[in-house]
């Protein structure tokens, strides 16, 4: 919707979405049949309409996700990009009930490892307004793509790799909710804006060591319902 403002209580009142980062978690593990368990997540304080966006990580060729679920509810895909061994992901449900919650990730086969991050959106409408994705596999240490968020919503992003990249520098206009390592050569971060926003979106990569593999950007926007 726009930001057109409505009266209640003879107040003007002007309708926004918003995002709350709530957790990050990583399993090390090699899971030979590609589920993750997650237990006890953060999701945010409980409100009707309230929806989860749970964006994941992976780290083995090949795989993409076949279910995500989050308090045992089923979650649907928004977005995704996959490059050699790296995998990235958003899923999201509405969850009206709970503060926190198990979220089951079950890959379509065996993963070496695998990450999230979640966000509570409240007054968010369910579809997306935009999705941008690129990945670069080599020597190339920025990922740089365009990327449009509407006035009254917010945009979020995914970022991973799989060659050692120490630290993620995101576009001044995002700000970095979490950066971790994922075994055994992947890092993954994750980073929100708030409002208007259409531009080139850049993140660029410090390496650590290892090789110059595969790394992956993935962006999503929300305006209000």
């Avoid at 009254?152 to 630290?167: E, K, P, Q, R, Y």
């Avoid at 110059?212 to 962006?219: Q, V």
Wanted: glycine share 12%; aromatic share 8%.
């Amino acid at each position: 919707m726009s930001l057109l403002p409505f009266v209640q209580g003879g107040h003007s009142v002007t309708v926004v979405a918003t995002a709350t980062y709530t957790a990050q978690a990583v399993d090390d593990s090699n899971q030979s049949s590609g589920a993750y368990t997650f237990s006890s997540q953060a999701l945010g304080v409980a409100a009707t309409g309230r929806q989860i966006l749970v964006g994941v990580y992976g780290y083995n060729s090949g795989r993409v996700l076949s279910t995500v679920t989050v308090g045992g509810v089923s979650a649907s895909n928004k977005s995704a990009l996959h490059e050699n061994e790296l995998q990235l992901e958003f899923w999201l449900v509405t969850l009206a009930a709970g503060t926190s919650g198990d979220i089951v990730v079950d890959w379509d086969g065996a993963m070496l490892s695998c990450g999230i991050g979640v966000w509570a959106l409240y007054g968010a409408s369910s579809t997306a307004s935009d999705t941008s994705s690129i990945a670069v596999t080599g020597a190339g240490m920025s990922l740089a793509v365009a990327h449009t968020s509407p006035a009254d919503g917010f945009a979020i992003g995914l970022a991973g790799d799989s060659s050692n990249i120490v630290t993620y520098s995101w576009d001044s206009s995002f700000v970095e909710k979490f950066d971790g390592a994922v075994e055994p050569n992947g890092n993954y971060s994750g980073a929100q804006l708030n409002g208007a926003f259409n531009d080139t979106v850049t993140v660029t990569l410090t390496a650590g060591g290892g090789s110059a593999a595969s790394k992956g950007l993935i962006l999503i926007s929300f305006p209000a319902a």
